[in-house]
C-alpha cells in the first residue's frame, strides 16, 4: 500500500494535517465511530478540559485501530467534532503533536457543532484508515 499526501498550499501542515491524503493498493478500510474522552461505561472523562479530552479521545481511536490490527499510520481521514472551535484553535498546539508524533499523515475537517452526547463532552474523532 501506498500513502502520498497533497499539499498544494502549506499552511495545514503546520497543524501536522493535509489537504489531500491518496492511497493505492489498499486492501482494507476501516470505518471508526466517534470516539471521546469516556470511561468503560460511557461516562465522560476530563470535564471542561479540551486537551485532555482531545488526548483521551485520540487513545481511543488508537485502540479501535489496535483491535483491527492498524497503527496511526493506517489512519487517513479524521473527522474533529468539537463545541467550541475557538477553544479547539487556542489549544491547537498542544493538540496537534498528540496525532501528528503517532505517525498519522491525515486529512482532517473541523466542525463545530451544538452538542455531544454528554453536556460534559467537548470532542469527538472519527476517522477512516487503509491497510
Not at 470511561?39 to 487513545?59: I, N, S, Y
Not at 492498524?70 to 498546539?93: K, S
Request: hydrophobic share 45%; charged share 20%.
Amino acid at each position: 500500500m501506498e500513502i502520498k499526501t497533497h499539499n498544494p498550499t502549506e499552511w495545514l501542515t503546520h497543524f501536522g494535517l493535509n489537504h489531500a491524503v491518496e492511497v493505492r493498493g489498499g486492501e482494507r478500510t476501516l470505518y471508526l465511530s466517534g470516539q471521546t474522552s469516556s470511561d468503560a461505561e460511557g461516562e465522560p472523562l476530563h470535564a471542561g478540559d479540551l486537551v485532555a479530552q482531545f488526548k483521551t479521545a485520540w487513545g481511543e481511536l488508537v485502540k479501535a485501530l489496535e483491535a483491527a490490527d492498524m497503527t496511526p499510520a493506517n489512519l487517513v481521514r479524521m473527522n474533529i467534532y468539537v463545541l467550541d472551535v475557538p477553544a479547539f484553535m487556542e489549544a491547537a498546539e498542544e493538540i496537534m503533536p498528540v496525532y501528528a508524533g503517532s505517525g498519522a499523515q491525515l486529512s482532517a475537517t473541523l466542525v463545530g457543532v451544538k452538542e455531544l452526547y454528554h453536556p460534559d463532552i467537548m470532542i469527538e474523532l472519527e476517522g477512516t484508515a487503509v491497510a
